[in-house]
């Protein structure tokens, strides 16, 4: 049985749509029905926005599809309406106030992730910025998930040339055999994750941003080190220490190899 790959697009979402319409526009698509094939991709339209679409990939495999992982097709938004392309992973360190489950993460899918990333930043992407995101949203799915979106509001969900853009990095992406790491520091857009990935080749898994466990104690700051490891497969964690006082990096990493993970940071890796 084929293994795929299953892009997910929510009909409720423009610029979701616009992807998929994007995507379609390359050919080589088979219809049967119900999914959209090309290769070890399937992809499959929902009614509901996706971050709501819990245990979506069951729904899949009720129907005869076997999922290796998914790349769910979105909208990104943000008050600052600065125009960007971002990937990310998905769960909730705390609050599962936007989907998924409380404290829960959906195991990543660095090398595909860090592979979409590369090939926005290769693009010309004209008027966007290309991102990672950190770990902060839904749905709960079993299998390894990336999240690629179009911000940062409505007049960027409806550009078209956007989408073309999100299509050919799906159909374009190469993945690498790099390491991969969990990303802990920084703010919610990542940008140091971002030049490691793009410049170094480092494959990212979960980024935990400093707000995330500014105020947490040495046990959930653990937990959430330690189910990130897990989630993404590694021993790995790059500690952005720049990003955070002094006092609370040497915390972090402590709480790092307390973990059993190896610290990685700036002066641990060299530039390609």
Same mark, same amino acid.
């Given at each position: 049985? +084929?293994?795929?790959?299953?892009?997910?697009?929510?009909?409720?979402?423009?610029?979701? =749509?616009?992807?998929?319409?994007?995507?379609?526009?390359?050919? #080589?698509?088979?219809?049967?029905?119900?999914?959209?094939?090309?290769?070890?991709?399937?992809?499959?339209? =929902?009614? *509901?926005?996706? %971050?709501?679409? *819990?245990?979506?990939? *069951?729904?899949?495999?009720?129907?005869?599809?076997? +999922?290796?992982?998914?790349?769910?097709?979105?909208? @990104?938004?943000?008050?600052?309406?600065?125009?960007?392309?971002?990937?990310?992973? %998905?769960?909730?360190? @705390?609050?599962?106030?936007? /989907?998924?489950?409380?404290?829960?993460?959906?195991?990543?899918?660095? !090398?595909?992730?860090?592979?979409?990333? &590369?090939?926005?930043?290769?693009?010309?992407?004209?008027?966007?910025?290309?991102?990672?995101? +950190?770990?902060?949203?839904?749905?709960?799915?079993? =299998?390894?998930?990336?999240?690629?979106?179009?911000?940062?509001?409505?007049?960027?969900?409806?550009?078209?040339?956007?989408?073309?853009?999100?299509?050919?990095?799906?159909? /374009?992406? *190469?993945?690498?055999? #790099?390491?991969?790491?969990? #990303?802990?520091?920084?703010? @919610?857009?990542?940008? $140091?994750?971002?030049? +490691?990935?793009?410049?170094?080749?480092?494959?990212?898994? @979960?980024?935990?941003?400093?707000?995330?466990? !500014?105020?947490?104690?040495?046990?959930?700051?653990?937990?959430?080190? $330690?189910?990130?490891? %897990?989630?993404?497969?590694?021993?790995?964690?790059?500690?952005?220490?720049?990003?955070?006082?002094?006092?609370?990096? &040497?915390?972090?990493?402590?709480? =790092?190899?307390?973990? /059993?993970?190896?610290?990685?940071?700036?002066?641990? %890796?060299?530039?390609?």
């Amino acid at each position: 049985m +084929v293994m795929f790959k299953l892009l997910l697009c929510s009909e409720e979402d423009t610029a979701s =749509v616009n992807i998929r319409d994007a995507l379609t526009a390359h050919g #080589g698509w088979e219809d049967d029905g119900n999914f959209l094939y090309r290769g070890d991709m399937v992809m499959m339209s =929902v009614k *509901e926005m996706h %971050i709501r679409a *819990e245990n979506i990939d *069951e729904r899949a495999k009720g129907a005869g599809l076997d +999922v290796k992982e998914m790349i769910f097709l979105s909208r @990104h938004k943000a008050a600052s309406g600065i125009p960007t392309l971002t990937v990310h992973p %998905i769960g909730n360190f @705390h609050n599962a106030d936007l /989907g998924g489950r409380p404290r829960t993460l959906v195991k990543a899918s660095p !090398r595909t992730m860090s592979g979409l990333l &590369r090939s926005l930043t290769s693009s010309d992407t004209g008027i966007f910025q290309t991102s990672f995101e +950190v770990t902060h949203h839904g749905p709960w799915v079993s =299998v390894p998930s990336t999240f690629i979106e179009i911000g940062s509001d409505e007049p960027q969900w409806n550009n078209k040339d956007a989408a073309r853009i999100i299509a050919s990095a799906i159909l /374009g992406a *190469e993945e690498n055999n #790099g390491a991969t790491a969990i #990303g802990i520091g920084g703010g @919610h857009y990542a940008p $140091r994750f971002t030049e +490691v990935a793009v410049n170094n080749g480092l494959n990212f898994g @979960h980024m935990m941003p400093e707000y995330a466990f !500014r105020d947490s104690d040495e046990e959930d700051l653990m937990r959430m080190i $330690r189910e990130s490891a %897990i989630a993404s497969d590694t021993k790995l964690a790059y500690v952005h220490k720049r990003s955070m006082k002094g006092e609370m990096a &040497r915390r972090v990493i402590d709480a =790092v190899t307390s973990c /059993g993970l190896e610290p990685l940071t700036s002066s641990s %890796i060299t530039e390609n």
